[in-house]
C-alpha cells in the first residue's frame, strides 16, 4: 500500500519490528529526536529488541515518532529519509554508530517527486531545496532550486560546511542566504572564511571586535590564513580570539606592529616574530633569546611506579625563553626559563623549586618525585606526588594508608632514602600499640583519642603532637605545629590538612565563620574545606558581625571577600543586610531598592522594613498591604505578628498567616523546644 504521492521507484517499502509503541529497524531502536538524549539510559548494548522496548516502556520513555504499526518507506537514494501515511522523518547521523539507536526527527514538510542529490549535503526535490546536517534539515526559502548548483571557482578543500552554492539570484551557506549572486565573493584558503564585496566574513557574520563593532582590514582581498586563529591581511596580524569555553563569544583584532616577514605561529595560542611573543587573548611578550614552546616529556608508568617510556609533545599553554617561563602569555613569577622542565602531569620544576601548572609548592624540590601506580584494566591508577617530608598536600602529617598506598613505589626505588616512609617503617614496631598504650587512650571526641601519640578513628596519627592537640570546635584542630581541618569525607582513610603553621594556643574564632592564628584572620566558608586567609584584614581592628559580615578599619567583608562598594566607617550591618546613604546588600549582593538610611530597620536577622512602606524576606518584596508594618512584631526567630493577623516564617517562603490557635500551639512548642 502506498501513499497518493509515493514514487515507487524513489522509496522502498520498510520492515519494521514493534514492541508495544516502540519500533525497531535492523535491530536498533527507532527514538524521538526531541529526546534524543534519555534513551541513553537504557544502555542498550547487547539487550534484544523486546527488553529495551518493556524498559523503555516501563521507565514512561518517549515513543518512537513513526505511526504504529502502519507502512513505512525507506529512501532509495537517502538512507536517512523515512516516510509513513503522514509525515516524512530524518535520521540523524551518528547517533547509530555512537549510542546503539536512532534518533528520529519528524520533518514539517514531505519531500515531493524525484530527490536529487547536488553533493556537499545539497538535495532538491522538484518544489525545493534542502541542507541536511547532523541534527535537522533546512528547507531552503527564496530559493531558485532548479538553478542551484556550486558556485564556482571552488578550492579542493571546499566542504559541506563551507560550500557556497548560488542559484542566479542569491548566494547560501549551509542552506541559508549569505549573500546575493551579484555580489563579488572569494573564497579564502580557509574554509570557514570568505572574502564578499571588500569585507572579510567568518561564516554569516563579518569579522568583528569585542564590542561587536566591524573590524577594520586595510587589505581584505590579501587575507588569508596562516594557522587556525591566525591570519594576515599583508598589513597587520587578524587574530581570532573568544572569550568563555563551553559556550564562547568569537571575536577578532589586529596586531599592527608585528614584523610579517618573521612572524610564526606556535600553535593555537601562542606565535612570535624577532621581537616579541603574542598569545591569543591580546598579550604581547618582549622575550629574551629564544621563544619557543615548552617541550614536555610525558612518563609511562608500571604498577611500582617506574617510568618504562615517554612520550614527547610541546606544551599548549606553557612556553619558555633565555630567562622566564610564561603560562597563558603571563610571566610565571621567580620561575627560571633554561631550567624548567616537566616532570609529569601537571607538575613541573626549575633548579630551585617545583609547581603545580604555575603555581609554585612549597617542598623539598631536590626530593621531589612524581609517579603514578599503573594498573592496566582498572579505571583507577594512583598518581604519587611528593617529596621527603610527606605526600603533597599532608605537610608532615601521615597515618598508616599513605605508608601503604607508597609501599610500591619505594620499594621499586631503593635509591632513594631517607624519605619519610622510610622514616614510618624504622618507627613501625615502636608504633604498634601494646596493650597497655591502647587502655590508656583518652577519648576527646569527634574521632579522636589521644595517647602517646594522636590517634584518629583508631588510627595512629604521625606528625599531630598528642601533648598539644586540642579540638576547635566540631570541624577543626590544633596542636603546637599548627591548626588543622578535620576531615569529614574519608574518615576511614583521611588525616587532618594543615592551614597555618601557628601553635594553637594562638586560635581565636571570631564566630562559626570567621577565626585567626594570632597573625592572619581566615574565613571558614565551606566546613569540609580548609579556612581561606583574609591577606588584607586588619587583625587588630577586625570584627565578626554576624551572617557572614565582619569589618575592620579597611574594609567590610561578607563571607571573606571584601566589598569595595562599601566603607567601614558608614556602613550599617544589621541582620543579613549591610547598607550605607545609598547601596543596599543582602547576603553580600547589592539589593535594587530604594531606601533612605532613616526608615530602614531590620526585625528579623533576614527581613528588612522601610517605615511602613516596604518589607522584604531576603530579596523577595512582601506585600505591606497585607501586613500591617506600623504594628509588625516577631516574637522569636519564627514566629510574628501584627494588630490583626498571626504568622510564622517558613524560610525563602517568607511569612505565612496562621490562626491565632496554630500561631499559640507553635509559640509553645518553640518554648519547649
Not at 527507532?30 to 524498559?55: H, V
Not at 525545493?128 to 535537522?136: E, G, I, N, R, T
Not at 501584627?642 to 509553645?668: I, M, N, W
Request: proline letters at 5%; hydrophobic letters at 35%.
Amino acid at each position: 500500500m502506498t501513499t497518493p504521492d509515493m514514487d515507487v521507484a524513489e522509496w522502498e517499502p520498510l520492515d519494521l519490528e514493534w514492541h508495544g509503541d516502540f519500533a525497531f529497524m535492523d535491530g536498533a531502536l527507532l527514538g524521538d529526536e526531541c529526546a534524543r538524549e534519555i534513551y541513553i539510559m537504557l544502555a542498550l548494548a547487547g539487550k534484544p529488541p523486546f527488553e529495551i522496548a518493556q524498559e523503555a516502556s516501563a521507565r514512561h520513555f518517549p515513543p518512537s515518532p513513526l505511526s504504529v504499526r502502519q507502512v513505512v518507506w525507506r529512501h532509495r537514494s537517502h538512507p536517512g529519509l523515512l516516510r509513513d501515511s503522514q509525515r516524512d522523518y530524518h535520521l540523524l547521523p551518528q547517533y547509530l554508530a555512537r549510542y546503539g539507536y536512532h534518533a528520529v526527527q519528524a520533518l514539517p514538510f514531505r519531500f515531493k517527486g524525484t530527490l536529487e542529490n547536488l553533493g556537499y549535503h545539497y538535495w532538491r526535490d522538484q518544489s525545493s531545496a534542502y541542507w541536511f546536517d547532523d541534527y535537522s534539515v533546512t528547507l531552503m526559502v527564496d530559493v531558485k532550486h532548479q538553478d542551484l548548483a556550486l558556485l564556482e571557482p571552488a578550492p579542493a578543500f571546499v566542504s559541506a560546511d563551507c560550500a557556497l552554492f548560488s542559484d542566479g539570484v542569491n548566494v547560501f551557506l549551509s542552506g541559508k542566504v549569505t549573500a546575493s549572486a551579484h555580489d563579488q565573493i572569494r573564497y579564502t584558503n580557509h574554509p570557514a572564511y570568505r572574502v564578499i564585496n571588500g569585507q572579510v566574513y567568518r561564516g554569516y557574520k563579518r569579522l568583528h571586535q569585542k564590542d561587536g563593532t566591524p573590524l577594520l582590514i586595510a587589505n581584505p582581498d590579501g587575507f588569508h590564513m596562516l594557522a587556525r586563529r591566525w591570519g594576515t591581511d599583508g598589513a597587520s596580524i587578524i587574530v581570532q580570539a573568544q572569550q568563555g569555553s563551553s559556550v564562547a563569544y568569537e571575536y577578532f583584532y589586529r596586531i599592527d606592529n608585528a614584523d610579517l616577514a618573521t612572524f610564526t605561529v606556535l600553535n593555537e595560542r601562542y606565535a612570535k616574530d624577532r621581537q616579541s611573543a603574542y598569545y591569543l587573548t591580546g598579550k604581547s611578550m618582549r622575550y629574551v633569546g629564544d621563544f619557543q614552546l615548552l617541550k614536555c616529556r610525558q612518563p609511562e608508568f608500571d604498577e611500582a611506579g617506574r617510568v618504562v617510556s615517554a612520550s614527547e609533545y610541546q606544551h599548549e599553554y606553557i612556553a619558555v625563553d633565555d630567562q622566564f617561563v610564561y603560562a597563558a602569555g603571563t610571566r610565571v613569577r621567580g620561575a627560571h626559563g633554561p631550567s624548567f622542565q616537566h616532570l609529569g602531569f601537571d607538575y613541573y620544576r626549575d633548579h630551585q623549586r617545583a609547581y603545580c601548572r604555575n603555581k609554585p609548592l612549597h617542598v623539598d624540590v631536590d626530593s621531589f618525585v612524581v609517579a603514578q601506580l599503573y594498573h592496566a584494566g582498572r579505571d583507577y591508577s594512583p598518581i604519587l606526588v611528593g617529596d621527603r617530608n610527606g605526600p603533597l598536600g599532608s605537610d608532615g602529617v601521615l597515618d598508616k594508608a599513605m605508608q601503604l598506598e607508597w609501599a610500591p613505589f619505594f620499594e621499586a626505588h631503593p635509591q632513594l632514602t631517607d624519605y619519610w616512609w622510610h622514616r614510618l617503617q624504622a618507627q613501625e614496631e615502636a608504633q604498634a600499640a601494646p596493650e597497655e598504650e591502647i587502655s590508656a587512650r583518652r577519648v576527646i571526641g569527634l574521632g579522636f583519642e589521644l595517647g602517646r601519640q594522636v590517634y584518629f578513628h583508631g588510627r595512629p596519627i604521625i606528625g599531630l603532637d598528642a601533648a598539644s592537640f586540642k579540638l576547635l570546635g566540631k570541624h577543626l584542630c590544633g596542636d603546637v605545629n599548627g591548626l588543622y581541618l578535620i576531615p569529614y569525607h574519608g574518615v576511614d582513610s583521611a588525616v587532618p590538612e594543615r592551614f597555618s603553621t601557628e601553635s594553637v594556643e594562638h586560635f581565636s574564632a571570631f564566630d562559626s565563620t570567621y577565626l585567626s592564628d594570632g597573625k592572619t584572620v581566615y574565613c571558614h566558608r565551606i566546613f569540609y574545606h580548609c579556612p581561606q586567609p583574609i591577606f588584607k584584614a586588619d587583625i587588630a581592628t577586625f570584627v565578626s558581625c554576624g551572617y557572614g559580615w565582619a569589618k575592620d578599619s579597611r574594609a567590610v567583608y561578607h563571607m571573606g571577600q571584601a566589598k569595595k562598594s562599601l566603607g567601614p566607617e558608614n556602613t550599617q550591618i544589621l541582620g543579613t543586610y549591610a547598607f550605607n546613604s545609598t547601596l543596599m546588600m543582602f547576603h553580600g549582593k547589592p539589593l535594587d531598592v530604594e531606601f533612605s538610611p532613616e526608615e530602614v530597620s531590620v526585625p528579623h536577622p533576614h527581613f528588612l522594613q522601610l517605615g511602613t512602606r516596604k518589607l522584604f524576606c531576603g530579596r523577595r518584596p512582601l506585600s505591606a498591604k497585607r501586613i500591617d508594618l506600623a504594628t509588625l512584631a516577631f516574637l522569636d526567630d519564627r514566629h510574628a505578628r501584627d494588630k490583626q493577623r498571626f504568622y510564622r516564617y517558613e524560610g525563602h517562603a517568607g511569612l505565612t498567616e496562621v490562626s491565632e490557635e496554630d500561631y499559640r500551639v507553635g509559640l509553645a512548642n518553640q518554648t519547649v523546644s
